[in-house]
């Protein structure tokens, strides 16, 4: 059964670092990998797909790497803004027809 | 660009009662999904639809039934709500089995 976990599950930082967020899944047969953003009652936005045959995707200041035989993504954030504070979640499609596995999510907050 | 909505926005509802939660897109996408989350569970997939007249279940099936008549619309039902299925539920579309997906706001169901 495919696990993800994203690791930290809470991170706090100053403005103007750059982060990595890790995820890892435990089967490498995946289609693809998405990264999400929810801010607190709200929706899931997408930020990033990686398909299975893609090692990155970039957008804007944040740039997604997937490594699947090792069962690994990051999520690069560049000089973060407090605007960037939200939960950042992981989620991996196997099995075919687009069904999302997702991790628990890492909580950021970016402090001025 | 109305993209995908969810009403109700907040329902309350008492044990037994059936209640029926909408999703509409307009994008015309042929896949349409059903999450909810829930703190230590993270979001898990209910139902799934791969196009008009055909679903099928997912991780958390139980106690609820979809139907998807229309390609656009995808409402999911709980026959006989109970205390268990308080929670957040999220609708979200993809164009097909392996693209990108979109969420919906979500729709807070608190079972009393």
């Known amino acids: 059964k495919q696990e993800v976990t994203q690791i930290p599950a809470a991170l706090s930082v100053p403005e103007g670092e750059n982060l990595v967020l890790n995820c890892s899944f435990t089967?490498?047969?995946?289609?693809?990998l998405q990264w999400f953003r929810q801010d607190p009652g709200k929706g899931l936005t997408s930020l990033l797909l990686?398909?299975?045959?893609?090692r990155e995707q970039t957008s804007g200041r944040l740039n997604a790497s997937l490594d699947k035989s090792s069962g690994r993504s990051t999520l690069y954030i560049a000089a973060s803004q407090p605007g960037d504070s939200a939960t950042y979640l992981c989620?991996?499609?196997?099995?075919?027809?687009?069904?999302?596995?997702f991790g628990a999510g890492t909580r950021l907050a970016v402090h001025p | 660009d109305a993209g995908i909505t969810q009403s109700p926005r907040y329902k309350i509802t008492e044990t037994g009662r059936q209640v029926t939660l909408m999703c509409h897109q307009t994008?015309?996408?042929?896949?349409m999904f059903w999450y909810r989350q829930d703190l230590g569970h993270g979001l898990r997939l209910i139902y799934y639809?791969?196009?008009?007249?055909?679903?099928d279940k997912g991780e958390v099936p139980d106690g609820y039934v979809v139907s998807r008549s229309k390609t656009e619309n995808f409402p999911l039902t709980l026959e006989s709500a109970t205390r268990s299925q308080t929670s957040v539920y999220f609708c979200?579309?993809?164009?097909?089995?392996?693209?990108?997906?979109?969420f919906g706001q979500g729709t807070r169901l608190t079972v009393v």
């Open positions: 979200a579309s993809s164009t097909s089995g392996n693209t990108e997906a979109f």
């Open positions: 089967d490498s047969a995946i289609y693809n």
């Open positions: 990686i398909q299975s045959s893609q």
């Open positions: 989620a991996v499609t196997s099995g075919g027809y687009n069904k999302l596995i």
């Open positions: 994008w015309s996408h042929s896949y």
């Open positions: 639809s791969a196009a008009a007249d055909i679903t």
